[in-house]
Structure formats: structure tokens, C-alpha cells
């Protein structure tokens, strides 16, 4: 069963204006915001939807969603739309009274567990854990499952950023953001099922071709530009931007992954938060000095990334993890002929040392000449001609993946460590199913 997504202008509350808005139907709620990348301005749970049918009441193409609390009316734009929007909807809807009924007996609710999934092949790994693609044994649908080992967390204190993520995967709806399915724990370990996304990780990509040309480097900025302001619209700072942490799909668009480290809760330009967190070669000269930092070091790791697209390397790399956070600090940045003047420019810009001073306003970001000739609309929706193409072939192919992780064996070990009944609520309501991923199963 399909998801739905586009703009329909929407009659208000209190005040009965119209206004346009982007509309997303994901996790069983319908998700309203003022445009494609910014914040949502409100939701609709399906689950506290009597009916959606077309409206006479009010303009045309337009229907209606019945609540306890309020009718909402949206109008389309164009009869197909409003139609498309009504059955897609109304399929939510029987399929969510069916469930009720099976919770009252009629039959059986799902429940996900790791037996549900049959364990491929290891795709990735780190202090975290390890990542795993597996199979769901009754649709035969392919996903990659993150697992967390509880005790790693509580002696990293880290419970806090492991619920970050999991509030962050299930809340936020974007095309370059990573979608998460189902989490769900056992005593000793916490599972993220989430989309595989099977064109590689960009850091796969770069070092099998060393750099990239402009052309390329342009296309995967304006993607990531439009992820970040999203994630900065919606109060989340991310902290961890990095080519290990950005996949292609299989027809070459980026999808953002890994939010361990994000920090939700940033709304204003002006909030800052202090930990020290994040990988040494795209760290923020204000982290490293201990200042109170903002959304700004995303701005940083991002120059950072487009200058290592270019180059092959981060700008002030060295093995010598303490030489390379003095040069982040105090060293001048050089480059190599390759670098137009325009490329130039914009990473200078990003890699200004003071935050009040960095380029960080995504509308002053899209319009630097370094993005001349992007066409922004349809950047967001995923429109624009991929410079490059992943060899994949088929959904479960795993060739763009690392061979280091591929070589070790899909298993899950248990950890003795018996954790008391006290920690254990550390964990309380991770677990979760993302009604329209089950809808369409």
C-alpha cells in the first residue's frame, strides 16, 4: 500500500484561511508543514480519523478528514489528487480498524521480534555496534538492522543519544533522511530495522575513485543541503556529516543515515549545546576549544566534506588526530588547482573559523554561484539527473558494500551481562512498528 505525499492548500483552525501546505502520510499520521523542507506545523493521526471523504461544502477538489476535535478540509490540485488522497487514505484506514479488531480478538496484532528476520550479511560495524542486512521471513522484504548492545550504552552514557535517534528516525519525513520500520529490544540489545539502501556509502564511492569531479560534488551538496535544512528546521543538529554516513540509493540519490550522536531540541539559531562528540577529521574548531557550539558545526563538517569530494582528503587531515585538530584550529586552508574559484569561495565561506561569520543560512547557501544552474524545487523532489549511477542489481545486492564488513558472519551474541530491572527502564518505549511499512506488508 502506498504512501502519499505532495502540497494541498488547507483550510485553518480558529481562523478559516486557506494556505498551502506539504502534506506527508508516513507512521500512520499525516504530517503538515509550510513547504518541503521545513518543520511540521501540525499532524492528523489516522488512528483519530472517523472518515475522509470529498467535500461539497467548501472548494473544488476539495475533501474533508473527520476528527473528534475538529473537520479538516484540504483541497488539491486536481480531481486525480483529491482521489489519489481519499483512497489512499481510506486503504489506511481499513487496514487500521482491522488491527483494532484483531487487538480485541478478532485477530492477531503484529508483534516484531528478531525472529522475524532471517540475518544476511554484516554491512557495516563501529563502537556502536554493528549493522546487519536481513530479510523479514514473511514478505521477504530486505532492511538493514541496527543492533545496539545495551550495556555499550549505559557504561558510554549514551541513552540519551540512542533515544534521540530512534525519536528522530520515527518522527522526521524526508526524501535524503534514512526511514526507520521497526525498533524493538531484547534483554541484552536494542534493533533498528530500517530501509537498505543499497547504492553504497559515499565514502566507498570516493575512495574507489579518490575524488570527484565538480559536477558531481554540486549534485550531492545540493542533496545534502536540503537534508541539513530540514534537520535544522525541525530543531535537530546532527554532528555527525561525514562520507561513511551518507548512502546512494540505487538510482543515485543520497539518503542521510546514522543520528547516534544527533542532538534534538535546537529550534532557534541561537541555541547551543557543549558536549564534545563527533569524528576528529570534521570537527568544528568551537568544539574542539570546548565552547558552547550550535548549528553552525554542521555548516563546518559540510565544508569540510565538499572540500574532501574535491580532493580526495579532509583539508586538514593527519594521522596525528592531535597535528590535525591544530591545523582545524589555526592552520591556513590550501588548495589544489582542481578547486574552481567558485568551489573555492563557498568552502572558504563554510570553513570560517568564527561561527557568527560561517555561511549557515541555507537560503544564502543555495544561492552561491557554486550551485548556479540548481534548480531547487526540483532538487527536493529527487528530479534532478543523478551524475552517477550505483551497479546494483536487484534490492538485496550488496556489491557497493565494504568487503571488509561483508567477510564476517550475520550473527547475533549474547551478552551474560544481566541487566537489573532499573536499567532496564532506561529502554522503555523504544520499542515501535511504522504503521504504513506494516500497511504495505
Not at 404 to 416: C, I, Q
Amino acid at each position: 500500500m502506498a504512501d502519499i505525499q505532495g502540497y494541498l492548500v488547507k483550510q485553518g483552525g480558529s481562523i478559516k484561511t486557506w494556505k498551502k501546505r506539504w502534506c506527508v502520510l508516513k507512521n500512520g499520521s499525516i504530517f503538515y508543514s509550510k513547504k518541503a523542507n521545513s518543520g511540521e506545523l501540525g499532524i492528523i493521526h489516522l488512528k483519530c480519523v472517523s472518515s475522509v471523504v470529498a467535500s461539497t461544502k467548501k472548494k473544488n477538489n476539495c475533501f474533508e478528514i473527520e476528527t473528534p476535535e475538529r473537520t479538516y478540509y484540504m483541497k488539491a490540485p486536481s480531481p486525480q489528487d483529491m482521489n489519489q488522497w481519499i483512497e489512499v487514505l481510506n486503504q489506511h484506514l481499513k487496514k487500521l480498524k482491522e488491527q483494532s479488531n484483531g487487538a480485541n480478538g478478532l485477530a492477531k496484532p503484529e508483534r516484531i521480534t528478531v525472529e522475524d528476520f532471517d540475518l544476511l550479511k554484516v554491512i557495516g560495524k563501529g563502537s556502536f555496534g554493528k549493522v546487519m542486512q536481513v530479510r523479514k521471513k514473511d514478505n521477504n522484504k530486505i532492511y538493514a538492522m541496527k543492533v545496539l548492545n545495551k550495556n555499550n550504552i549505559l557504561e558510554r552514557k549514551e541513552v540519551d543519544h540512542t533515544r534521540a535517534e530512534k525519536n528522530i528516525l520515527q518522527k522526521l519525513v524526508h526524501p535524503f533522511l534514512v526511514n526507520l520500520n521497526y525498533s524493538f529490544q531484547t534483554n541484552d540489545k536494542l534493533y533498528f530495522i530500517m530501509d537498505y539502501v543499497n547504492g553504497g556509502e559515499l565514502f566507498f564511492h570516493l575512495q574507489n575513485e579518490e575524488k570527484f569531479d565538480e559536477s558531481r560534488v554540486k549534485f550531492y551538496c545540493a542533496e545534502i543541503v536540503c537534508g541539513l535544512e530540514y534537520l535544522h528546521n525541525c530543531g535537530v543538529l546532527y554532528r555527525d556529516l561525514k562520507p561513511e554516513n551518507i548512502l546512494l540509493t540505487e538510482d543515485g540519490h543520497i539518503c542521510m543515515t546514522d543520528f547516534g550522536i544527533s542532538k534534538e531540541g535546537l529550534l532557534s539559531d541561537n541555541d547551543r549545546t557543549k558536549t564534545f562528540c563527533g569524528t576528529p577529521e570534521y570537527l568544528a574548531p568551537e568544539i574542539l576549544k570546548g565552547n558552547s557550539y550550535g548549528k553552525a558545526v554542521d555548516w563546518w563538517s559540510f565544508g569540510t566534506l565538499v572540500y574532501e569530494m574535491l580532493s580526495g582528503l579532509p583539508p586538514f587531515y593527519s594521522q596525528d588526530v592531535r597535528e590535525m585538530y591544530n591545523k582545524i584550529i589555526n592552520e591556513e586552508l590550501k588548495f589544489t588547482p582542481q578547486f574552481s574559484a567558485e568551489a573555492r569561495d563557498f568552502i572558504l565561506l563554510l570553513l570560517e573559523r568564527d561561527p557568527n561569520k560561517r555561511l549557515k543560512d541555507p537560503k544564502i547557501i543555495k544561492s552561491h554561484p557554486f550551485f548556479k544552474g540548481v534548480d531547487w524545487d526540483k532538487c527536493l523532489k529527487k528530479e534532478l539527473t543523478p551524475p552517477f549511477i550505483p551497479q546494483v542489481n536487484g534490492k538485496a545486492d550488496t556489491s557497493q558494500i565494504d568487503s571488509g564488513f561483508l567477510v564476517e558472519t550475520a550473527k547475533l551474541s549474547l551478552d551474560p551481562t544481566s541487566l537489573s530491572s532499573s536499567m532496564q527502564k532506561n529502554f522503555e518505549g523504544f520499542t515501535f512498528i511504522n504503521v504504513n511499512e506494516h500497511l504495505n506488508t
